[in-house]
């Protein structure tokens, strides 16, 4: 007896650490991991309750329904069943006490809990002899697609398929109007049926860890659910729909592409917990004040510049908002009570701006970052400037070697020290800036190019040729025409203030790096003219001041859907392997250029007749 408690508890403690990870994750490099957080769900602790509660049931000592028994064995061979991790009892003894099954008093399988079990195959037809199933968990393993059957067992209360490879929903889940909980979450779905909206019982609905990027409209209709965790996909746009579910008690959006929160959060009046870290947002609404029961807020690894009044957020016990690009003023401006907010979070957070002022012979730098009682320190080459406390430095410009920097605290917020972008006044640059020039000359084989006038010289960065410099930030790049051959580096992501970027009719090859997503000001990005291959990195959608993108005559084969770029007037992509499907999400934007190669010229002339009315 000893031993089968252990049993319950080592599952129940690792059914706790992976059902609360789903929403809130981790990622690395080779796949998505489960954050290390053991925060729980308020839907999930009554979940588990309800497992323990049923884990140490027994079994009636009855005997099972024939068809019933039948339907298992099917299951059992379907699916692999002497390679399942464990399969006690299962075609040995009495029914009853197969592994995961447990029956009612007249002997019908209420509940299959086969969870991380390793099940491989298809579920077969007989599952829907199963008429009085009121569970089914078959997570992990692979399964690949949901058998119609399954949605013919229409007492099912809780259904569990995640982490199976399913890659679709059909539409007749629809008929489960009994379900409570749906978990597919950890699986390849791209999609959503409307039928879902059929399901009005639900009160968890689990769907992290897929490809979603939209929700039917029919969400709206699941007004019973109070959990809804949506994190780990491809949204860039909350569902609207969301907004009508106005007993959401947890909500889970983390780790998508979002870009900011809807007004109409002032909807979610129950929320006690919210996850949307892990996004791209650079603001919260005012109204989020108003959600006065959350307990538990998570902001972090946002883009957030600024704080709203967030007073009425009383209850607050957990708040993380670190790695975003705030400062003391935006914390103090908020209003929170911080100190009895017992578990937060808000250190490190972005480097703040240094601005740089010549007078005369001498520099003036001035941190920039708002904030009362703030305490200012200044290095020069990583040693610290003694007796300089004040927000502003002044340098004699007589050592053209020199790197400075400054650091802020303030005795409100312990936890957190602002660094300021270093400044070197050889260059008259950031350094990040003449980093990143120095690394886009050594990879494209800057001793050969046409023209490479003062580069990597002495001289201020602003004389180097094809550089534009406003207030110590590199601001333009125009290297058009001028023999760059090799490969553009990812710290081309680091010139944050760019709006020129010209890159044109050179022989740069291999992919355009995914960081020049983080060129946020720029207007004119032109790659044309080179040898470029792979895909257009998705993240150039989040490019929102692009008005201009040149990258014809390359060997692009991937175009991500661009139609989020509102400023866009030109989009030029001929002459790379894009197919019809690559610039179909595209056809709406303004001059863009449909041709292509290779390309059949009749088939192509066809589509575009077609779809363009283009003679």
Known sequence: MKNITLLIILFLTSYFLNAQNTIRGTKTETEKQFDQDQMLYTENAIYLQELKTKSNLKGYDVTANTQDSLALVALYKATDGDNWINHTGWLKSKVADWYGISLDINGRVVEIFLYHNNLNGKIPQQISNLTMLERLTIAGGSLTEIPLEICDLTALKHLDLSQVQLTSIPKEIGKLINLTLLDLSQNQIAVIPSEIGNLNKLTSLYLAFNQLTSMPIELKNLTSISTLVLSYNHFSQIPLELFNLTGLVVLGLNSNQLIDIPIEINNLGKLVIFYINDNLIKSLPAEINNLIKLKELYLENNQFESLPNLS??????????????????????????????????????????????????????????????????????????????????????????????????????????????????????QKGDYDALVALYNATNGSNWTNKSNWLSNNPVSDWYGIGVLSGRVNFINLDNNNLEGTIPTQIGNLTDLTILGLNNGKLSGAIPSTVGNLSKLISLGLSGNLLSGNVPDEIAQMENLENLLLFNNQLIGLPDLSVLKKLQILSVGDNKLTFEDLEPNIGLASLDFSYAPRPKLAMQGILTTILGIP
């Open 312 to 429: 009425g957020l009383t209850l607050l016990t957990k708040l993380s908002i670190e790695n975003n690009a705030l400062d003391f003023g935006d914390l103090q401006s908020s209003n929170l009570n911080w100190s009895n907010i017992a578990n937060k979070t808000y250190s490190p957070q972005a480097k703040i701006e240094l601005k740089i002022k010549k007078v005369n012979d001498s520099f003036v730098l001035k941190g920039i970052a708002d904030g009362t009682n703030n305490t200012y320190q200044w290095f020069k080459n990583d040693v610290l400037i003694a007796g300089e406390l004040k927000d502003s430095l002044q340098v004699a410009s007589t050592n053209n070697t020199d790197i400075y920097y400054c650091k802020v605290s303030n005795i409100g917020f312990p936890d957190l020290i602002l660094t300021s972008e270093s400044f070197y006044l050889s260059g008259q640059v």
